[in-house]
T-cell receptor, first 117, second 115 residues
Framework: GAVVSQHPSWVICKSGTSVKIECRSLDFQATTMFWYRQFPKQSLMLMATSNEGSKATYEQGVEKDKFLINHASLTLSTLTVTSAHPEDSSFYIC?????????????FGAGTRLSVL | GQNIDQPTEMTATEGAIVQINCTYQTSGFNGLFWYQQHAGEAPTFLSYNVLDGLEEKGRFSSFLSRSKGYSYLLLKELQMKDSASYLCAVRDPVRSGAGSYQLTFGKGTKLSVIP
């Protein structure tokens, strides 16, 4: 149980275009989802916390207008990187926290590697 | 502020035991997590400690001392497939809010298991 699906796993886009990444909890309802960014040899950096039915909470330094987050249902959150630039190239990972399970464990998707040309 | 420290890299021999340490300095504390991350893949949950002591799960054990701000992950009977990065993460409700489940991650320890 507790499987999180993230799609796409890899995307290449031209500078100035927008990219949407989906994060789905397959066998549980996720009241909270998190979006992270990870640069090579660095740790996971939290970008934003997404709660179903409400606006996302962004970490300091993360532009909310550039990284649009929509958590429309208890099983789906999306991250849209708008007007992507080469410096946005990174590994983006989502995680989901089941609403009912104990221990507050976050389960991670497989990640999306974004390359902006 | 928050600070989570782990060694950057470690090397150990197949079949041996290795201990990966994590020290943390946070405003508050409500749980410490260990995740395993293979290169290019998402982290997978290994263990969770919120009270002092040792939690054992198969070949992996995790220890926590809240008074010392210290945890370790112990891997026994190392296998080649254990080569990965091991991430220590702390939940700090003072920083992120009592109802928040945000985690702050250390930079990870890259473990290389050699024959």
């Amino acid at each position: 149980g507790a499987v999180v699906s993230q799609h796409p796993s890899w995307v290449i886009c031209k500078s100035g275009t927008s990219v949407k990444i989906e994060c789905r909890s397959l066998d549980f309802q996720a009241t909270t989802m998190f979006w992270y960014r990870q640069f090579p040899k660095q740790s996971l950096m939290l970008m934003a916390t997404s709660n179903e039915g409400s606006k996302a909470t962004y970490e300091q330094g993360v532009e909310k207008d550039k990284f649009l987050i929509n958590h429309a249902s208890l099983t789906l959150s999306t991250l849209t990187v708008t007007s992507a630039h080469p410096e946005d190239s990174s590994f983006y990972i989502c995680s989901a926290k089941p609403g009912q399970l104990a221990k507050n464990i976050q389960y991670f998707g497989a990640g999306t590697r974004l390359s902006v040309l | 502020g928050q600070n989570i420290d782990q060694p950057t890299e470690m090397t150990a021999t197949e079949g041996a035991i290795v201990q990966i340490n994590c020290t943390y300095q946070t405003s508050g504390f409500n749980g410490l997590f260990w995740y395993q991350q293979h290169a290019g893949e998402a982290p997978t949950f290994l263990s969770y400690n919120v009270l002092d002591g040792l939690e054992e799960k198969g070949r992996f054990s995790s220890f926590l001392s809240r008074s010392k701000g210290y945890s370790y992950l112990l891997l026994k009977e190392l296998q080649m497939k254990d080569s990965a990065s091991y991430l220590c993460a702390v939940r700090d409700p003072v920083r992120s809010g009592a109802g928040s489940y945000q985690l702050t991650f250390g930079k990870g320890t890259k473990l290389s298991v050699i024959p």
